[in-house]
Nanobody, 114 residues
Framework: VQLQASGGGLVQPGGSLRVSCAVF????????MAWYRQPPGKERELIAT???????NYAASVKDRFTISRDDARRTLFLQMDSLKVEDTAVYYC?????????WGQGTLVTVSS
């Protein structure tokens, strides 16, 4: 299984960005998926999950600002990030939320700065 995140970049505080994660090698419909992030010098943290039935859950730090979604036909996971803050600066990754994890991809860097 390969996880390929993309769409990161530099954005100003208060701005928006959408990152994507293409999942190769499995039928995405069979899996709950999640977005994680790792800020500079900190541990990786789980921030959003989406089940096969599209039920979602969010960490308190991103709730009401970020939206996770999935397109199973395109085997792609999305994270829409709005009202971005400097503290959202991190490398963003996708993977399973629990159980046997897929091999981690390279992630995509999101930098929030003025």
């Amino acid at each position: 299984v390969q996880l390929q995140a993309s769409g990161g970049g530099l954005v100003q505080p208060g701005g928006s960005l959408r990152v994507s994660c293409a999942v190769f090698g499995v039928d995405l419909r069979d899996y709950a998926m999640a977005w994680y992030r790792q800020p500079p010098g900190k541990e990786r943290e789980l921030i959003a999950t989406i089940m096969s039935d599209h039920t979602t859950n969010y960490a308190a730090s991103v709730k009401d600002r970020f939206t996770i979604s999935r397109d199973d036909a395109r085997r792609t996971l999305f994270l829409q990030m709005d009202s971005l803050k400097v503290e959202d600066t991190a490398v963003y990754y996708c993977n399973r939320p629990a159980g046997e994890m897929f091999q981690w991809g390279q992630g995509t860097l999101v930098t929030v700065s003025s």
